[in-house]
């Protein structure tokens, strides 16, 4: 099977959307959205990172549109290295990744990616918190977990905070394939849940929901100095082992669905959460 290599090249920051438009060949903030990776694929091995990658360009060519261009270059390339440039709404970077499209890889399509053309603003903002699950709540049984668990996508589109509410009321024992992010592992993982009215407990998920400000993935860890006690010499000792992670606060008013106003959003500083139980 061919194995791609991978190459970050030079990354360049992107502090405002601003820059974000006017970094990007060709401009826009349009791309297509990694949401799934699989396993010791092309794109696996080309370090590809589900939800917060979106592929924006193959060598000189901006993919800007939802056409039949990425899919005609992939099958172009086949077994040959392409150049790609991904935006990471993580880090609100671009880099160069050099990656080998390949159909005897041993899994499922060129890259083994799961895709779907968006625009990456505003990307981080659309997710929902998993809190407070329930025992034996459908909620528990799909495998999701308090506090850690981040629900950023489904098999539906979900552009604005009460579309993932409306897919769940929509669709009342009936299974729902989500996209769940641990800020545990740091990884993203797929999974099925089904929304049950009659579960035996609150709701149709047995799960609090937090969205808004406070509700966001946590920034990633970052790396500070811990300064010792000066010596003689009139220095201080200066440790970069240690590790910050800034928390987010979780507080916030918890209301129930049918009292859930979605009328006029809330100040970007509230956050809004809504119980599924």
């Known amino acids: ?110 890259l083994g990616i799961s ?4 625009s990456f603003e505003g990307a981080t903002e659309n997710v929902w918190h998993v809190l407070d699950v329930q025992s034996n709540s459908p909620a528990a049984v799909a495998g999701l977990h308090s506090d850690t668990d981040y629900i950023i996508g489904s098999d539906q589109v979900l552009n604005e905070r009460d579309d993932f509410f409306t897919l769940v009321e929509t669709s009342d024992g009936q299974p729902v394939k989500v996209y769940v992010y641990s800020s545990l592992t740091d990884g993203v993982r797929e999974l099925s849940i089904t929304p049950n009215s009659k579960w035996g407990g609150e709701g149709m998920l047995g ?24 010596g003689s010499d009139g220095f201080a000792d200066v440790s970069l082992d240690k590790k910050y992670t800034p928390m987010q606060t979780q507080a916030g008013a918890t209301s ?3 009292n859930l106003n979605l009328a006029s959003p809330p100040p970007s500083t509230t956050p809004l959460n809504a119980r599924l139980r």
């Open 1 to 110: 099977a061919v194995v791609s290599t991978q190459s970050t090249g030079t990354q360049t920051n992107l502090s405002a959307m601003g820059g974000q438009q006017s970094s990007i060949p060709g401009g826009g903030s349009e791309g297509y959205h990694v949401l799934r990776v699989q396993d010791n694929s092309p794109g696996f091995s080309a370090g590809l990172e589900p939800f917060f990658d979106f592929i924006v360009a193959i060598g000189n060519t901006r993919l800007d549109q939802d056409n039949e261009t990425f899919k005609d270059l992939l099958k172009a390339n086949i077994n040959k290295h392409m150049q790609m440039t991904i935006y990471s709404s993580k880090t609100q970077q671009l880099r160069e990744i050099s990656i080998v499209p390949s159909n005897v890889w041993g899994g499922q399509g060129l």
């Open 115 to 118: 895709i779907r053309f968006c």
């Open 207 to 230: 799960c609090d929901i937090g969205y808004g400000y406070l509700h966001r993935i946590p920034t990633p860890e970052v790396a500070v100095e811990t300064v010792g006690p000066v």
């Open 256 to 258: 129930g669905m049918a």
